[in-house]
């Protein structure tokens, strides 16, 4: 991106932007590639919205919050007070905070997802030995949850 622009054009909030523009496609390339970063954030948003309410099901039906996040809807068969109050929460969120804010909550929330979801199998490795397994892991049962 350098050698297309000056580095100090590059202090930007969207900095790839600005080097294309300065290329002869510029324009149209730059429109699309901003087009992109919004639906990337936007389908993000989406599988937070949807894995939530999943979690929310989940923990209701085992006890951990109230029953009502575990009432399924007549017709589509969801998890529909869940997927409101998840709906409500994330509109109000995207529409106080900058999407720079955004983008790094979404990022740091799917890093430490994965780093638990990693740790809890290690653990689980350890504290239930003897509990039946569905598959085989390749590479070992405990390479794969370490590298992760």
């Given at each position: 991106m350098v050698g297309l622009v000056p580095y100090a054009s590059l202090n930007s909030d969207s900095p790839l932007s600005e080097a294309i523009t300065a290329t002869p496609y510029g324009r149209w390339l730059s429109i699309?590639?901003?087009?992109g970063g919004i639906?990337?954030?936007?389908?993000?948003?989406m599988m937070s919205v949807l894995s939530q309410t999943r979690l929310f099901y989940a923990m209701a039906h085992d006890g951990l919050l109230p029953h009502i996040f575990a009432?399924?809807?007549r017709k589509t068969?969801?998890?529909w007070i869940?997927?409101?109050i998840c709906g409500i929460f994330c509109a109000l969120f995207s529409g106080f905070c900058p999407v720079d804010i955004l983008g790094e909550t979404t990022s740091i929330s799917a890093l430490i997802i994965y780093i638990f979801a990693h740790v809890s199998?290690?653990?689980m490795r350890f504290t239930?030995?003897?509990m039946p397994r569905g598959f085989k892991v390749p590479c070992g049962k405990w390479l794969i949850p370490t590298v992760g």
């Open positions: 699309l590639m901003n087009l639906a990337g954030l936007t389908t993000v948003g009432k399924l809807h068969n969801t998890p869940s997927t409101l199998v290690l653990v239930h030995k003897d």
